[in-house]
Every structure is written in C-alpha cells, then in structure tokens.
C-alpha cells in the first residue's frame, strides 16, 4: 500500500516569505507527527496529532509555526515568515494508533536564502 | 534534561559484524527504537525493545538494558547497502507517543 507521502520534496525560499508544507499520512493512520531534522541533528519534535483530540504544540519553535490536520487525514505545516535557521529537512510521520510504530515520509527539503 | 548518546560515525568492512551503542538519560521510560535512514531518505523502521534483552530479526539484533540506560544494534554479515545513518529513539512522556531522538550513526561499509 501507499506509504506517508510529502510535498514538496524540496523547497527554496527567501527570508520574510510563508511557506506550507504538506503530508499525506497512510491511509487509516489516526496518528500523525512532524518532525524536524536539521544537519547532525536529531530529529526535533514539532507537533502531534491524534484522531479528533486536541494537536500537542508543545514542540513548535515560535509562533511563526502552526499546523492543521483537515478531516483527519492530510496534514499543512507552515511556516510564517521564514527565516535562515528554519532551513532543515521536514519530516511528517504516522501510526495506527498511539504508541504503534511510526512510518515517515520522504521529508521536504526546506532552505532559506 | 532529556540526553541520547550515540557514536557520530562509525566504518566497518563488507561481510563482518558491527555494534552502534546508544546511552540515554531520560525522564521516563517506555520502550526504545532503532531506525535507518539512507541519506537523503524517509526513517525506516528497524526494531523496537520495550523488556530487557535481545530481539533477533535476520541480520539485525537489538539489546537492550534499563538499569544501565544502554541498547545497542548490532549488524551482522554487512552489506554495502547498509551503508547508512542508524537513529536510536526512545519512547518517554505520560503520553507514551513522544521519541526523542539520538543524532544518529553514520556508518560507512568499506569493500
């Protein structure tokens, strides 16, 4: 079957400009997670879903970074007015249920100029 | 503070055995993955040991001891396809859903 997929792949933007990005979990996945991994990093949680319940927040850097999870499935982070240091490769993951084994996309590829 | 420790590189040839060791000081305690990711790519999952010992799965082993916050993957019979970056996580929290995660192992397979 169809695995967690992510757009877009790569993304190249200038400083000051928002940028979403999205993720699509696998099918009956009510799990959902972002990550962020940054070079020689490990990965840094952002935020989690988890079917209707309320998203944990707890890991997103500034008020510059909100996430929304439509209908239980499709997931857009974004990033408002992007600066350098948000360069990184974005991660999204999902999981049966809780605590079940996570399964990530291919990431997207985010730099800032 | 949450802390996961594991060697930043490691080299190892074709055909022999090597072990990435992860140490980890956590708040709690639920259970900890391993996971490849070939550069470039998505986290694959590899295993998951929740009880002290060893879990045996074809060429990849993983152990693991709570009392001395230690687990290690072992490799055995390489490949140059296991030529790749090794993540340790560990599952903490009331939550039970949160991983913090080590920065990875990159091991390189030489002929």
């Known amino acids: 079957g169809a695995g967690v997929s992510q757009s877009p792949s790569n993304k190249v933007t200038e400083k000051g400009k928002d940028v979403e990005l999205r993720c699509d979990p696998i099918?009956?996945?009510?799990?959902l997670y972002w990550y962020r991994q940054s070079l020689g990093q490990g990965l840094e949680f952002l935020i989690y879903?988890?079917?209707?319940?309320?998203?944990?927040k707890s890991g997103l850097p500034s008020d510059r970074f909100s996430a929304e999870r439509t209908g239980g499935s499709v997931s857009t982070l974004t990033i408002q007015r992007t600066q350098q240091e948000d360069s990184a490769v974005y991660l999204c993951?999902?999981?049966?249920?809780?605590?079940?084994?996570?399964?990530f996309g291919p990431g997207t590829r985010l730099l800032v100029l | 503070g949450q802390n996961i420790d594991q060697p930043t590189e490691m080299t190892a040839t074709e055909g022999a055995i090597v072990q990435i060791n992860c140490t980890y000081q956590t708040s709690g305690f639920n259970g900890l993955f391993w996971y490849q990711q070939h550069a470039g790519e998505a986290p694959t999952f590899l295993s998951y040991?929740?009880l002290d010992g060893l879990e045996e799965k074809g060429r990849f082993s993983s152990f693991l001891s709570r009392s001395k916050g230690y687990s290690y993957l072992l490799l055995k019979e390489l490949q140059m396809k296991d030529s790749a970056s090794y993540l340790c996580a560990v599952r903490v929290g009331y939550s039970n859903y949160q991983l913090i995660w080590g920065a990875g192992t990159k091991l390189i397979i030489k002929p």
């Open positions: 993951a999902s999981s049966l249920r809780i605590q079940e084994t996570q399964y």
């Open positions: 040991n929740v």
């Open positions: 879903f988890q079917g209707n319940s309320a998203p944990d």
């Open positions: 099918s009956g996945h009510t799990a």
